[in-house]
């Protein structure tokens, strides 16, 4: 087929897929569904905010409103993916998950 035949069939617009320098070569970037509950939610806020010094992550995610919590969460998972901020979370509280966790559940209240 010839490239003026393509063009009249396919339009002349170039669909380019977005891509990005990761510093070991260009990859494109996926947006990808992923389905979160309230725990999810929690461990990757709290990672987050431990990563950025947060002095009080339990009351920075009281203050804070859902979508700046989401925030939080994308950016964890993003940056360390679903595994690690649950062995960091693990090993960096003791007993205060809970409460955290509860904060989470009553500002996510479509989450079981």
Request: proline share 4%; charged share 30%; net charge neutral.
């Amino acid at each position: 087929m010839s490239w003026h035949i393509m063009n009249t069939i396919f339009g002349t617009e170039r669909h380019n897929m977005r891509s990005k320098d990761t510093g070991t070569g260009r990859k494109i970037l996926a947006k990808v569904e992923v389905p979160l509950s309230v725990e999810d939610i929690t461990i990757f806020a709290l990672r987050y905010l431990y990563e950025v010094g947060d002095d009080d992550p339990r009351d920075t995610i009281l203050t804070s409103n859902k979508r700046q919590i989401f925030a939080f969460a994308k950016a964890a998972l993003f940056r360390w993916g679903s595994e690690e901020p649950k062995a960091f979370i693990g090993d960096k509280l003791n007993g205060s998950f809970k409460s955290v966790e509860a904060i989470v559940q009553y500002k996510f209240p479509e989450c079981d």
